[in-house]
């Protein structure tokens, strides 16, 4: 395996929830999750929605990581099929601790 130093380790770990954004936490943590998530949910085209799941700043941490990872010629960057150009698969070597 390949040594890679992280930018931002925290990315590496949701154990402490502090990645995830409050207003999914508190949905989870309501009585009724199914409404609740239900409340969160946005359709952004027909068949397509998403809610706020993850915060601005972890996902601007973890892209950093990503485009570090990326710049990192030691690595092996495997890449899904339907994805060759942009997607990277995060069980590979360095990000092999978040999985």
Known sequence: MSA?????????TLDNLQGFSDVFLEALRSKNLFESMLNI???KTYGVWSFPCLKKEFC???ILE?????RNPTLRITRPN???KY?????GEAF???I
């Open 4 to 12: 890679h130093s992280f930018i931002h380790p925290e990315v590496l």
């Open 41 to 43: 949910l946005e359709m």
């Open 60 to 62: 601007d941490k973890l």
């Open 66 to 70: 990503l485009e570090a990872a990326e």
């Open 82 to 84: 339907s994805m060759n």
């Open 87 to 91: 997607g990277l698969i995060m069980k």
């Open 96 to 98: 092999i601790h978040i």
